[in-house]
């Protein structure tokens, strides 16, 4: 093959059963991914109310193991690794020496000295190269397991029920943010209450080879509970309404964790040193001092829909951009993320808009998340 030809789409263990399902397919960070079966707002309705099975096998896997697995970790992430219980999990960030992000990240400690990082999947090659590299001088061994997991999810508020009646894993006992291996419809998992969309939910993680068994089951256990197959489409819509970043919208390398209002992430009192302190520990101080742009919410007020790149407007100045824009099923108006000069960023804020091809369109400012589940 000559290096002009363009790299073909890698599939998913889940591809042929996709297509037969009469999916769109779309291209995603490499990967030929379902964007949608029917209706995407039909998809997103499901999750809110009843239940939606993903196909989320892109993700990128990289196990970390050995004595100083945990130290490791610690030093390439900006959180602090050790502190997690076996059988949890934390969300995370990698950051560059300038404290620009990377990527964020989940990160489940499988056992002692066993950890699994879950990176996104455009991201997944760049992590495992930094991890690699970081790794110089740590008795701890970084693997790439991206072709040894394929991963489902289950989510929205009857995603509890259609998983007991497969598994007799204590789902009861499971927090949010833990995992436990199991056995769901014969197949061995790691079972993790996690999720991208708001909702309660599971993220189960197989071998590829099990993947069309599973998912099988879990749509004849759920065909009682009202689950369909969701694509990529409502997922982002359903992350956007709950308020959850996006790599490469509301993430970027040229901005770091307290930019994005997720310095909490950053854990400064764990031991030793880590990738970007310095950078961050500035950064923090700035943050503080002149608070930069924050992270808000935007409601339309009309029909039109602000996409990612847009400017937001008051007293005809620019004072922020969209990060992420969609209608909404759940408010049943268009919303978006937007980055907001400060003075403008105060929910309710007067005069603010989104510049959509010329027309100034009033939006209100809002604090994130636009939706929360009734626990």
Not at 84 to 100: E, K
């Amino acid at each position: 093959m000559s290096s002009t030809e363009p790299t073909p789409a890698r599939r998913t263990a889940l591809d042929a059963l996709h297509r037969s399902l009469g999916a769109t397919m779309t291209d995603f960070a490499g990967w030929d991914m379902p964007l949608r079966y029917g209706s995407e707002r039909d998809e997103h309705v499901a999750v809110r109310t009843r239940a939606g099975l993903f196909d989320l096998s892109h993700m990128g896997e990289i196990t970390v193991t050995g004595p100083q697995a945990a130290a490791l970790l610690n030093y390439a992430l900006v959180g602090n690794i050790a502190s997690v219980g076996v059988g949890r999990a934390r969300y995370t960030m990698i950051c560059q020496a300038d404290g620009g992000i990377l990527d964020d990240l989940i990160v489940y400690r499988l056992a002692e000295h066993e950890y699994m990082v879950v990176a996104n999947a455009s991201n997944a090659q760049v992590v495992l190269d930094a991890l690699t590299e970081r790794a110089a001088g740590f008795e701890a061994e970084v693997r790439d397991d991206r072709d040894a997991y394929a991963l489902l999810a289950v989510q929205g508020p009857e995603s509890p029920g259609i998983l007991k009646s497969l598994t007799d894993a204590d789902l009861d006992g499971l927090k949010y943010y833990a995992g436990l291996p199991g056995t769901v419809a014969g197949v061995p998992a790691l079972i993790a209450r996690t999720g991208y969309t708001g909702e309660d939910g599971f993220e189960l993680f197989v071998k590829p080879e099990h993947a069309v068994e599973l998912w099988q089951a879990l749509t004849k256990a759920g065909e009682g509970a009202g689950l369909v197959p969701c694509g990529l489409s409502c997922r982002d819509t359903l992350r956007l309404e709950a308020g959850m970043p996006l790599y490469g919208h509301e993430l970027t390398t040229s901005l770091t964790p307290f930019d994005a209002g997720l310095g909490r992430v950053v854990k400064f009192e764990k031991e030793g040193d880590f990738v970007g302190r310095e950078a961050l520990t500035e950064a923090a101080a700035r943050a503080e001092q002149n608070p930069p742009r924050k992270l808000v919410g935007l409601v339309a007020e009309g029909r039109r829909v602000p996409r990612a790149g847009f400017s937001v407007v008051a007293g005809g100045e620019v004072v922020g951009e969209v990060t992420s824009g969609a209608p909404s099923p759940t408010l049943g108006k268009p919303i978006a993320m937007a980055y907001v000069d400060a003075a403008h960023a105060a929910p309710g804020a007067e005069g603010v808009g989104v510049d959509i091809r010329g027309s100034h369109e009033p939006y209100e400012v809002v604090a994130l998340p636009f939706y929360k589940r009734q626990k």
